[in-house]
């Protein structure tokens, strides 16, 4: 896939994340508060579907991800290391993080 068609896709992912959760972005007044409103404002993803990433714990690849607490959070596929000895027993793993615990995009 060439770099053009992947930063199209990602960029069509984050609109549609920003589409189908406008809800982060309204204004609500809060109750007994004359007034006051409090506003939940979420930023765009900084990493987008199928981009290589790097953490503490590795290397992986984002397979999906959702606003949470008004931050993000991605599904990162890790990246199988050699082949063991004893050979595999399952699949890669696939872990939960938040966008903070990301570092950089991996080419």
Known sequence: ??????????????QQAIVSH??????????????LTATNVITIPRFGKAQRVSFVGGVGVTLY?????G???????????????MGRIGSET????????IHEVMN
Request: net charge negative; proline share 5%; charged share 20%.
């Open 65 to 69: 991800f959702w606003p949470d607490s």
């Open 22 to 35: 406008r809800w982060v972005s309204a204004s609500d007044s809060i109750k007994g508060t004359s007034g």
């Open 71 to 85: 931050t993000w959070t991605y599904a990162v596929q890790m990246e199988m290391g050699p082949e063991p000895e």
């Open 1 to 14: 896939m060439t770099n053009t068609l992947m930063a199209t896709q990602n960029n069509a992912v984050r």
């Open 94 to 101: 696939t872990i939960l993080l938040n966008e903070a615990d």
